[in-house]
């Protein structure tokens, strides 16, 4: 069983930077794929990065996020961190990390086994 907690959720003007970071234990973090999510109110949450298992050699982004967002894996730390740059209003949400034993770089939450309890980001305008 794997526990997620993320941080590093705020609020910031629009055009700020955030950087998320999820804390992993209870498995072997470098077995898991790793994604973030984020659900806005009102809507069906949304891939927004993820990161591949092992080394991470693998990345994919959602096109909103894409050049704005970097995800990345630190196994000795056990941590998955978003690096947030330019961030806009249509950003605010809460956001999620989760992880995925299949060890796909999945877009699709169906996919992944475990969550974390979600980080507020608020852009303000």
């Known amino acids: 069983q794997v526990q997620l907690v993320e941080s590093g959720g705020g609020l910031v003007q629009a055009g700020g930077s955030l950087r998320l970071s999820c804390a992993a234990s209870?498995?072997?973090?470098?077995?898991?794929?790793m994604g973030w999510f984020r659900q806005a109110p009102g809507k069906e949450r949304e891939f927004v990065a993820g990161?591949?298992?092992?080394?991470?050699?693998?990345?994919r982004y959602a096109d909103s996020v894409k050049g704005r967002c970097t995800v990345s894996r630190d196994n000795a730390k056990n941590t998955v961190y978003l690096q947030m740059n330019s961030l806009k209003p249509e950003d605010t949400a809460v956001y999620y990390c989760?992880?995925?034993?299949?060890?796909?770089?999945?877009?699709?939450?169906?996919?992944?086994?475990?969550w974390g309890q979600g980080t507020q980001v608020t852009v303000s305008s």
């Open positions: 990161i591949s298992w092992g080394g991470g050699g693998n990345t």
């Open positions: 209870g498995g072997t973090f470098s077995m898991y794929a």
């Open positions: 989760a992880a995925t034993v299949t060890r796909l770089l999945a877009v699709v939450p169906g996919a992944y086994d475990y």
